[in-house]
């Protein structure tokens, strides 16, 4: 249930409300009290904008076997083959769960419909029209909101882990109804989604900002594969207009990515042509606009080849985001151009999720589970949500005593300085997209790397992050009436972008090669010597073991 209240006593604490936060909360036992925190409202996350679908590998003519091929194809080289099994196993038992908790997932002849996207060798992505990402969640929602063992809080804002002295996860510090609150519970879940937000250009909600990731990286866990990127090919480009993305699911339906002059120029590039893995078609995107001096930026998506029954079946959303801003896509062509849309990289999880933290477990895009490798197959995202969500039901947990909650003390009044938070933020997300977006390159990334450190500086010198070093945990506090909570979600959204860009181009300077969503234009070519995990903890970077290919 919805409340405002603090809960008395928090077995498992789950941050995040996406398809990982919410499939997690329902995974986990009821005898336990879950308390599900979202820094906005219960239905506003990533997931719920995602439009492609959910790998499930459920058709006659598929296998197990053959998703696996597929995702660690796409993975370039860094999939962890006992993860990839593990989604690829429980994949069908997930799809069951969710038609049985009623997602009205698209159907065929009474058989659930499936669908064709790149990187796959068969028609295994389930769908619900192209608001699939929707569908899941609202049904989630309705399930959480049942369940009597499950309280969520909205307008929460996490701005860090509580360790104990030994490193051991003790719950978070949060921003909840103008008091900062200490909440403890036996085990944290991190499920906060990525950081598309660091960049400029980005299909991801204004939410995703790093929060997990950085929270983890400052507590001391392992990140790995930080500098892996997923930029989207097709992301709706006009002016004024969001980076709607155009799904993945037009191309495997038939539509053509087509330049100024009606050529298909995908196939230029790769023999797949727009079905080619994501980082390819973005490349391709990237690398014909420069070659055609395109001043406007953008080619165009053509889904006029798609029979307009399928389009208005398949697609309403789409059409309908596209007529709101003025174009029809049954008469005319969609200009688009890439954005970033999935952080593979994440912190570093076990196959029952949990962290190098003890106390501490990490779902979906925050996580690093060893799915994705250097570049996600595409519907494969919304699978792991709830493949790893589940795994939560056979960690330990036992019940801690409930608490009295003290009243807040008042914190003394703070002199601010004036800081156009918007405008820093706008600065940060510019300079990511241009020297850690597409194509990467060392005299791009030393200089930004160099700036975002004293950003960093600077913003550690600020009043509030000298104020959120004096608390003490366990205590709440009461916001002086000189300090918003705007104000303060505003300085640790900065906080977060600040560490999560830092981390990304520490790392993209770290990988001297290109593989999957990292490609330097100075080392071009994928090595064998790199078929290696980029590892992170605090200020040390370092290669993993080599892995083997497991067909060796």
């Not at 065929?108 to 419909?113: I, K, R, S, T």
């Not at 879940?189 to 960049?199: D, K, P, S």
């Not at 070659?291 to 059409?319: C, H, M, S, Y």
């Amino acid at each position: 249930m919805v409340q405002s209240s603090l809960p008395n006593a928090i077995d498992v604490l789950v941050i995040g409300s996406g398809a990982a936060g919410l499939y997690a909360a329902l995974s986990l036992p009821q005898r336990l009290r879950v308390c599900l925190i979202t820094k906005d409202t219960l239905d506003r996350s990533a997931s719920d904008w995602a439009q492609g679908g959910i790998a499930a590998a459920i058709a006659p003519d598929d296998s197990v076997h053959l998703h696996i091929a597929d995702t660690l194809q796409a993975g370039g080289g860094l999939c962890d083959p006992d993860a990839v099994r593990q989604l690829a196993e429980h994949a069908s038992d997930c799809i069951a769960h969710l038609v049985d908790l009623g997602v009205a997932f698209d159907r065929d002849n009474g058989q659930l419909a499936l669908t064709l996207e790149a990187a796959h060798s068969r028609r295994r992505v389930l769908h619900a029209a192209d608001t699939t990402g929707h569908a899941v969640i609202s049904t989630l929602v309705h399930t959480v909101l049942a369940r009597p063992n499950i309280t969520i809080l909205e307008q929460a804002f996490i701005i860090d882990l509580w360790l104990d002295s030994a490193g051991h996860c003790l719950g978070v510090l949060s921003l909840y109804q103008g008091n900062l609150h200490w909440f403890r519970a036996a085990a944290t879940v991190l499920a906060t989604g990525g950081g598309g937000q660091v960049f400029a250009q980005t299909t991801n909600p204004p939410a995703s900002t790093g929060d997990g990731v950085a929270m983890a990286w400052r507590a001391g866990a392992l990140l790995r594969d930080l500098e892996f990127v997923q930029f989207h090919p097709t992301a709706l480009t006009l002016p004024k207009a969001p980076r709607f993305l155009i799904s993945e699911a037009v191309r495997g339906e038939g539509a053509h990515l087509i330049d100024h002059s009606g050529h298909r120029f995908a196939f230029d590039y790769h023999p797949q042509g727009e079905l080619a893995p994501r980082d390819i078609v973005s490349r391709a995107i990237f690398s014909h606009l420069q070659a055609q001096k395109n001043e406007t930026g953008v080619v165009w998506l053509d889904l006029r080849p798609i029979p307009t029954d399928r389009l208005q079946q398949r697609f309403p959303n789409i059409l309908k985001v596209c007529r709101q801003w003025g174009l029809d896509p049954l008469q005319e062509r969609i200009p688009v151009s890439p954005a970033a849309h999935y952080w593979m990289g994440g912190i570093w999880t076990d196959l029952t999720s949990a962290t190098s933290c003890s106390g501490l477990y990490a779902l979906g895009e925050t996580a690093s589970t060893g799915v994705h490798g250097a570049n996600r197959l595409a519907s494969n995202s919304l699978l792991e949500c709830l493949v790893y969500g589940a795994q939560l039901r056979t960690i330990p947990i036992h019940a801690i005593a409930a608490v009295a909650w003290s009243s807040p003390v008042p914190l003394s009044p703070l002199e601010l300085p004036s800081i156009d938070w918007l405008a820093w933020r706008a600065a940060l997300t510019q300079l990511l997209w241009q020297t850690a977006g597409i194509c990467r390159h060392q005299d791009r990334l030393a200089p930004a790397i160099d700036r975002v450190t004293q950003w960093q500086t600077q913003l550690a010198q600020h009043p509030l992050s000298q104020l959120i070093e004096t608390l003490t945990p366990a205590t709440s506090y009461q916001l002086p009436e000189t300090l918003s909570e705007n104000t303060l979600r505003q300085w640790g959204e900065l906080r977060n972008l600040l560490d999560s860009a830092w981390l990304i181009l520490k790392s993209a300077a770290f990988r001297q090669e290109s593989r999957g969503g990292h490609y330097r234009t100075d080392f071009p070519h994928t090595e064998v010597s790199w078929r290696t995990h980029t590892l992170v903890q605090g200020t040390r970077w370092w290669r993993s073991q080599p892995i083997m290919d497991p067909d060796e």
